[in-house]
């Protein structure tokens, strides 16, 4: 009798603390659903608001040639067409009398922040034709991720089929990323096929209900892949500490991808264009501004991480003398002004706007040249 007093004690205790532990999960599963900014979240849904990626030969991954809609809470923010590229649909073969623009680069040319075809290369098509260039059609050849490399890479084994006129390389930061690293890029870009990426995949059928019946679950799963993986906004991040030497390795790589990307240009016979990224990092960021820095992708210091885009700057503008290529500078208006930036080199709308801006004015003086030529 006594051991089943002491047993219905322990239950008279533990009930209330379940009750208790029920209703708070009941109560954060509310407050989630209520507030969340994404709506009703499963990895599904998770899947859907990114391309679909494939492993790839001249790049460590490409956008697959599937028609796919981006969507972030139930609205499309943008489309994948049949090519793998950011935009509407376009022929593979230039139609007469066209124009073909095609911008390479990661992220920042892909411009995922500003909504339908707004990404700023598409934003230079649109001004280019107003100002009376009307047989201008761009292809904004952007990857999420790509460094220089990987852009002289897609250009060689695809982007000629396209036969563009001209092609303009926007790609600094991406490369910062390997610039501690004294490694060949042979050895540096070892692709890793990891296999489905466990955030936007379920795992099992447990996985499946859970994901689907809780949105607090989903949060717990969502942090504890991130934390394995160590997986942030830009991918994976490199392990290690921060430090202040740049490899002379990755600079006489850079100088190469620039040089390389140019001579494919020219044998294609495109107008190859470089540009200088415009990036919120400037030497005499606040800490406000640097907070929006994401050091821990290029384990620079700030001081490090200015001299690595200057020096990437003065390749840029070595390789446009030596190779008599036109170079657009976008550091000129745009960097280190916060109000033009989400992060690192990203831009919001606005600057989005600003940017197309400066380049169609740019692209316009070169179109008019070649015409009176």
């Known amino acids: 009798m006594a051991e089943l007093t002491t047993k219905r004690k322990v239950m008279y205790a533990l009930i209330p603390s379940a009750v208790?532990?029920?209703?708070?999960f009941v109560a954060v599963e509310v407050y989630i659903r209520q507030t969340s900014a994404y709506g009703y979240v499963t990895p599904e849904t998770l899947r859907s608001m990114t391309p679909d990626y494939q492993p790839a030969v001249f790049a460590r991954q490409v956008i697959r040639q599937t028609p796919h809609r981006i969507v972030v809470n139930g609205e499309e923010q943008y489309r994948i067409?049949?090519?793998?590229?950011?935009?509407r649909e376009f022929s593979a073969s230039k139609p007469e009398g066209k124009i073909r623009i095609m911008f390479y680069g990661g992220s920042s040319v892909f411009d995922a922040d500003s909504p339908g075809d707004n990404d700023w290369p598409h934003r230079v098509e649109r001004m280019l034709r107003s100002d009376g260039?009307?047989?201008?059609?761009?292809i904004n050849a952007g990857v999420?991720?790509?460094s220089a490399a990987?852009?002289?890479?897609?250009?060689?084994?695809?982007?000629?089929?396209?036969?563009?006129?001209?092609?303009?390389?926007?790609?600094q930061w991406n490369d910062i990323k390997y610039?501690?690293?004294?490694k060949s890029l042979l050895r540096e870009f070892v692709r890793e096929d990891l296999g489905p990426d466990p955030r936007i995949t379920y795992q099992n059928g447990v996985d499946r209900i859970l994901s689907r019946t809780s949105q607090l679950y989903v949060r717990l799963r969502a942090r504890y892949y991130t934390w394995k993986l160590q997986i942030g906004s830009e991918g994976a991040r490199q392990g290690g500490d921060w430090g202040s030497e740049i490899s002379e390795t990755a600079l006489r790589q850079y100088r190469l991808n620039m040089e390389t990307f140019a001579d494919i240009a020219r044998n294609i016979g495109a107008v190859p264009i470089l540009m200088l990224e415009a990036r919120l990092v400037e030497r005499d960021n606040t800490a406000q501004e640097k907070e929006r820095i994401s050091y821990d992708y290029v384990l620079l210091t700030h001081d490090a991480l200015c001299t690595a885009f200057e020096r990437q700057d003065k390749i840029i503008y070595d390789v446009g003398r030596q190779k008599n290529l036109h170079v657009i500078d976008a550091t000129q208006q745009l960097s280190g002004r916060g109000e033009f930036f989400e992060t690192s080199v990203h831009v919001n709308p606005t600057g989005s706007e600003r940017l197309a801006r400066l380049v169609a004015d740019d692209l316009a003086k070169a179109l008019r040249a070649d015409v009176q030529k």
Do not use: I
């Open 20 to 24: 208790v532990c029920a209703l708070g």
């Open 81 to 87: 067409n049949a090519h793998g590229y950011r935009g």
């Open 133 to 138: 260039f009307t047989n201008v059609e761009v």
């Open 144 to 146: 999420p991720g790509y």
């Open 150 to 171: 990987e852009a002289v890479g897609t250009l060689f084994a695809e982007g000629h089929l396209f036969a563009p006129d001209y092609v303009l390389l926007y790609d």
């Open 179 to 182: 610039f501690r690293s004294p």
